[in-house]
Each structure stands twice: as structure tokens, then as C-alpha cells.
């Protein structure tokens, strides 16, 4: 429930606020005083979009702010999904910036458009005559026709089942795409797998055989080098390591005469460890190294084909070799098994759309099933309102599933009698598509759980007992709703509970919109201003006086 609405800057008011009743309120106001600016304000804290030109004060910000009671409605699991702190008292706010810059706010908190949106539903419904042409719309009577068979949970199962079924189909879709290229690949891809097979490259491999090419290619005078320093360290006449033995026995007399002459002896042991140890290693290395002209040759041409294949798929390293023929071996696998997988997932795609075409039909038979009802209903609420021969009928037909069902529903009206049921853009008239409006209104604000309802002039092309049958309606609505009618008829401006006035006020240099709670004397003037003119007669006074009830 609204308990505050406050407006700043924003079109042709600079500063209005109110505190609408917890039941059935009127707003009344000369034509273009800013009655649905007020409404367009509204709409902001809804989440409708925003837009500069919107502003009193082009330099200056708007701030539309409204405080909701929201302790019954049940809107904590909203709050916690959304990461909202959760309070009885729920403050909204939407600001626009003169740069035309939008924020929205729910307790302080800023929240994007489409939040706004979804909690917006939660708390209002405005009608408007955007709403009377929306009424002629096929989704928005499917709404209305699932909100009277309270099929939301049939929705929520088929939704589920629908979803299921198109993930399937997308997934087919794309698995058959797929295999359609790999197919049309597969020959290329078999081939280029069979020259990587065929070479089997190995990780490391490449650096390897690098290196023993370069090793090979110079074998001879590596063998010859490593000859010439054994020699250098091993001939008997004048090797190093002859005379570095000589040095050692002396190092080792030395060594008894001091400590310091101890140290070197130590030192120069460990480095004759280590000559000793490199002369084994050359050794070594020198029997590890053959002139193999027929492995160098074999070396030579391993590396080229691991060049060419590299250079051909545009690689560097056999690591990236090896990855490529085990991506090339997964897509060969694959084409092998994709049959498999499609027929699968047909199997399942098929299973999907039986689940989701049951649910589907039990959905529409709840659908149809209030069809009679609800038609009921609608012409025994338009007979109240003066169209005692106004018939509603429902139809449906078959349509290929979509996220709201098999159904496509046509509501048909006829306000006369004699006249068939026709679709209602086509034979509504203003008064007509008023009343018909007011009629779903009223069946559906317990259905839909709206706390607060606002009508903007559903009282349009109606008058006397037809005026005086809707408010007493409303009056029913607003024994468990709010209501915020505006209107342009006495009749139903007196049964209010509270009764707000809109005018212009042109004292300053711009014209300014201002809102005021009428006192009782006020209200009655207003009434008769609205029976008679702006100079009522004593009829007028008494008329007004009679709607009152005073």
C-alpha cells in the first residue's frame, strides 16, 4: 500500500506530495492541471524509463520518491534473491539528473530498471487507456485468463518442461551443425592425423635430436679435441698430470710444517680431485662419440619432417605437434560417434516434447475450463454497470508451443443484443471498453494480489447510475485494496474517503502544479463545481450535498 507519494521537479510540478487512505481515494483537478503527470511520475517508481524533458527545472534534479507498507505481502524471498534489505516500511526512489542520468533506489539501496520492474508488479497496477488498447492484445488477455483460472502453477510446470525440450533441441541443432562440418572434414582430418601418426612425434624429441645433429656434425674434431687434452693431461714425459703428482708430494712434505701450508695442501688436493674427475669425464664422453655418418643422415631427415609438418600447420614445437594430433584424433572419434549422439539426443528431444506437450494440454484444459466462468462473471458485472445485454465469449486455438503454452485466446464482446461477439478492438466503444475494463479490473484485483489499484478516468463515457454502480464497486474493491481513481464525474469523486485536488497555480512567472487534501467544505465546493461550473447553483450545493451523504 502507498501511505506516501512525494514529486519533485518533474514536469509541471515542483514540489507535491500526498498521503493517500488505505482504501478508495479520488483525484479531481481541471483539465491539464497535472493529473497524469502525477500518473507519469508514478510510472518512474515502476521502473518506466525517464526522460530530461521530463524536468521542471532543467538544472536541477528530479526526485520521486514513495513509501510502501509491505509487511503482508510476502516480499522477503524477493528481497533476499535480489540482496535488498528487507523492511516493513519499503522506500523507493527514482532520481533524474539534469545530465539525464537515472537512478533508482529501494531503501537506499540502488537497484537496475528491471528490479524495479518485477517489485513494481508486486505493489501496483495502473490503468490507463494505453491499458483499454492493451485489453484487445492476445498476450494480455492470455494473462487475464491465466490469472482467473489461478494457473500459475500448471505455468511453472510446462515453462520447466518447454525449457527442457528447447535446451534439447538447441543442443540437436548444434550437434548436427557440427557434425555436418566435421563430416564434410573428415577425409583432410584422417589424413593429417595419419602423417602425424606415422611420424609419432615425442615431447622433448626436437631439442633432442638438435642437439645430436650438432654433436654429429662435428664428431671428428670434437674426438680429436678431447684426444689432444688427454694428451696434454697424460704424457709421460710432459703431461699435466705428471707433474701435478710431483706437486702433490711436495704439498704433501709442506704440509707438515704449518698449518697455512696444511690449508693449501687441502686446497690443491680437492682441485686434483676435480682435474682428475674432468679427464674421466672427457673419457667418457669420448667414447660416447662415433663418426656415425648413417645415424647423422637418419638424425637429418627425423628433424626435416618434424620441420616440415611444423612449418605446414604453422607451429614451433613438436609439444604444439603432439597437441595438434590429439586434437586431430578427438575430431576423427568424434565423427565416429556422433551418430550415436544425435540419435541419442533425438530419443531424448522426443521424450522432452511428449513431457512438454502434456503439460501443455493440462495447462489448456484449466485454461478452458474457466472460460465459461470467467465470461460469467465479466457479463454479470457489465449488466451492474447499465449492459444488460453485453455478452463475452472465449476462444482459443492450437498454436505451436511457446513460453506461455499451445494457446492462442481471443476474447469476444458484444454490447448489444443481436449483435455476435466480435474481437473487442474491433466493437468497443470508448464508454463501452471503459466499462468492460472496470469489469476485469474488478475480478481480477483479488486474483492478481494487487494491494494498490489506480484509475485514470475509467469513468470515461458512463454517467449517472452507471457512475454511481462503478464507485459503489470500487468501494467493493477498496474493502481489501487501496484505490486511486481519478475522475471527471461527481458522482464517484464523493465516494471517496479521501478527495485530492490538482490545479494550476499561475501566481509565479511558470505555471506550477500543486496537489491539496480537500477539507470537508472544500470537497463540497469541488463537487458542486463539478455538477454545475465554477459558479454552482443552490441545486448544485444540494446535489453535491445528496452525494456526500451530508
Known sequence: MLTNLSIGNYALIQKLEMEPSSALNMITGETGAGKSIMLGAVGLLLGNRSDTKSL??????????????????????????????????????????????????????????????????????????????????????????????????????????????????????????????????????????????????????????????????????IKAKINHILQLLEDEQTGAMQSLTAIQHHFHYLSRFSLQFEELSERFQSAWIELKDIRDTLVHEDQGIDVDYEKLEWVRERLSKIYQLQKKHGLQTDAELIQLKEALERKVIRVDHLDDQIQKLKTQLASAEEQMMEKGKILSKKRSESFKPFSKEIETLLAQLGMENARVEITRRDISPGPSGLDEIDILFSANKGIAPQPIKQVASGGEFSRLMFAVKFIMADKMALPTLIFDEIDTGISGEIALQMVKMMQQIAANHQVICISHLPQVAAKGERHYFVYKDNSASKTVSKIKLLTEQERLLEIAKMISGSNPTASAYESAKELLGI
Open 56 to 221: 521542471f527545472d532543467e538544472n536541477k534534479k528530479c526526485v520521486v520518491e514513495g513509501v510502501f507498507d509491505i509487511h503482508n505481502y510476502g516480499l522477503q524471498h524477493f528481497f533476499e534473491e535480489e540482496e535488498l534489505d528487507y523492511d516493513p516500511i519499503c522506500i523507493i526512489r527514482r532520481e533524474i539528473s539534469p545530465s539525464g542520468k537515472s537512478r533508482a533506489f529501494v531503501n537506499d539501496t540502488p537497484v537496475k530498471l528491471d528490479t524495479l520492474r518485477q517489485l513494481g508488479k508486486t505493489l501496483m497496477d495502473i490503468h490507463s487507456q494505453h491499458e483499454n488498447l492493451l485489453l484487445g492484445a492476445a498476450s494480455y488477455q492470455l494473462s487475464l485468463v491465466d490469472a482467473f483460472a489461478q494457473t500459475s502453477g500448471e505455468i511453472t510446470v510446462y515453462q520447466e518442461a518447454f525449457s527442457t525440450y528447447t535446451r534439447q533441441k538447441t543442443e540437436l541443432k548444434t550437434l548436427e551443425e557440427e557434425a555436418k562440418e566435421l563430416k564434410k572434414e573428415a577425409d583432410y582430418n584422417q589424413f593429417q592425423l595419419d602423417e602425424l601418426t606415422s611420424l609419432a612425434p615425442e615431447e622433448g624429441e626436437q631439442k633432442s635430436l638438435e642437439n645430436q645433429q650438432e654433436i654429429l656434425d662435428h664428431a671428428e674434431d
